[in-house]
């Protein structure tokens, strides 16, 4: 059974920083592309980040370009994220993905993302 499991959400003031990890299971965590997405309150998903299986290549939403940064740890079928200097609009409920496209961009299907985590920057 193919299984992503996120953590490290929390909250953290303006500015602060946190980890997310995504536990992969269930599949051929070193041959898929993999991004992490996120929804806001009210909002519908947006995508984040990608990364190719490899972990050489990286892409990012404008949004978060130079503060997040995404890596992945095949040997241990794990998936990061790393965020600083975080604002309060990148409150959200955090998932990682398996990009069944192959490209590393843009919203995967539901059916493909973990539990999530929720993130809430507020002072």
């Known amino acids: 059974q193919r299984q992503l499991v996120e953590s490290g959400g929390g909250l953290v003031q303006p500015g602060g920083s946190l980890r997310l990890s995504c536990a992969a299971s269930?599949?051929?965590?070193?041959?898929?592309?993999m991004s992490w997405v996120r929804r806001a309150p009210g909002k519908g998903p947006e995508w984040v980040a990608g990364?190719?299986?490899?972990?050489?290549?990286?892409s990012y939403a404008d949004s978060v370009k130079g503060r997040f940064t995404i890596s992945r740890d095949n040997a241990k079928k794990t998936l990061y994220l790393e965020m600083s200097d975080l604002k309060p609009e990148d409150t959200a409920v955090y998932y990682c993905?398996?990009?069944?496209?192959?490209?590393?961009?843009?919203?995967?299907?539901?059916?493909?993302w973990g539990e999530g985590t929720r993130v809430t920057v507020s002072s």
């Open positions: 993905a398996r990009d069944p496209t192959a490209t590393g961009i843009g919203v995967p299907p539901a059916e493909f």
């Open positions: 269930g599949f051929m965590f070193n041959f898929y592309v």
């Open positions: 990364i190719n299986p490899g972990g050489e290549s990286t």
